[in-house]
């Protein structure tokens, strides 16, 4: 592996572990309402769903780059 792609490999690592979805929220909670949070999302009910869909995805490509490469 040439040095440059290890310097970026490098780089991408340290900065995704810098990453932050969403900062904590001081003082342990949001609110302090009694209702039941916020709704799940509409994807939510399909995330095998889509797991499997992309499992299929993988090993159909795969299969059609090695006819295409043969």
Do not use: H, Q
């Amino acid at each position: 592996m040439k040095t440059i792609n290890k310097l970026v490999l490098t780089f991408f690592l340290f900065a995704i572990s810098l990453a932050n979805a969403a900062p904590p929220i001081p003082g342990g909670g949001g609110g302090g309402g009694n209702g039941t949070g916020s709704p799940a999302s509409p994807i939510d009910m399909y995330v095998y769903v889509l797991g499997i869909v992309a499992i299929g995805f993988i090993v159909y490509f795969t299969k059609k780059y090695k006819t295409v490469k043969a």
